[in-house]
């Protein structure tokens, strides 16, 4: 089985600041992963699939990159709309979703 | 618009079974894969199971293989999860889902809430 390691756990951020959240998948996905946010009490909501490739209608600010075992979810300017919990989720062997992060405010 | 709608989720004793529901709306639901994914009561995203468009393919984890089981009525546009031999850990948030691009999962039901207890 393919195991997803998420870090931070937890990341506490002012408005404005640039946030990374870092994905590490236990063998090689190619680009097979997405990023989900998801606030209490709702379900995930999709912001990047395939690694890199931004969903409709999500803010410009977030952006993803890498492939292999290495991910990254960027947010280039933290708006007070994105304090939320983030997955990744790889989709190379079945699915596994990372152990999430909590974007706190800071 | 997409909708997908779970039900179903009691409040059961261990070892007792449950069948939960997903109605789904929107869109051509016979094309689509589509997915189970649980969610603990604080805890993160776990997924559970997923079918092919044709019910031809199933998976699980390795946490509910061989107590459920995943199926599709594509003539009723419906999603189901029959779960037997519960254990307390079952307890959580089920959620059905529909695969996307990237077998990403875009659109989710609101969940429905299962309890395993005595």
């Known amino acids: 089985d393919i195991q997803m390691t998420q870090s931070p756990s937890t990341l506490s951020a002012s408005v404005g600041d640039r946030v990374t959240i870092t994905c590490r998948a236990s063998?090689?996905?190619?680009?097979?992963l997405a990023w989900y946010q998801q606030k209490p009490g709702k379900a995930p909501k999709l912001l990047i699939y395939?690694?890199?490739s931004l969903e409709s209608g999500v803010p410009s600010r977030f952006s993803g990159s890498g492939s292999g075992t290495e991910f990254t979810l960027t947010i280039s300017s933290l708006q007070p709309d994105d304090f939320a919990t983030y997955y990744c989720?790889?989709?190379?062997?079945?699915?596994?979703f990372g152990g999430g992060t909590k974007v706190e405010i800071k | 618009e997409v909708q997908l709608v779970e039900s179903g989720g009691v409040v059961v004793q261990p070892g007792g079974s449950l069948r939960l529901s997903c109605a789904a709306s929107?869109?051509?639901?016979?094309?689509?894969?589509m997915h189970w994914v649980r969610q603990a009561p604080g805890k993160g995203l776990e997924w559970v199971s997923l079918?092919?468009?044709?019910?031809?393919?199933?998976y699980y984890a390795d946490s509910v293989k061989g107590r459920f089981t995943i199926s599709r009525d594509n003539s009723k546009n419906s999603l189901y999860l029959q779960m037997n031999s519960l254990r307390t850990e079952d307890t959580a948030l089920y959620y059905c889902?529909?695969?996307?691009?990237?077998?990403?999962?875009?659109?989710w039901g609101q969940g429905t809430l299962v309890t395993v207890s005595s």
């Open positions: 889902a529909k695969e996307d691009r990237g077998y990403s999962l875009k659109y």
């Open positions: 929107g869109f051509t639901f016979d094309d689509y894969t």
């Open positions: 989720q790889q989709y190379n062997s079945l699915l596994t």
């Open positions: 395939k690694a890199s």
């Open positions: 063998q090689s996905i190619s680009s097979w």
């Open positions: 079918i092919s468009w044709d019910g031809g393919s199933t």
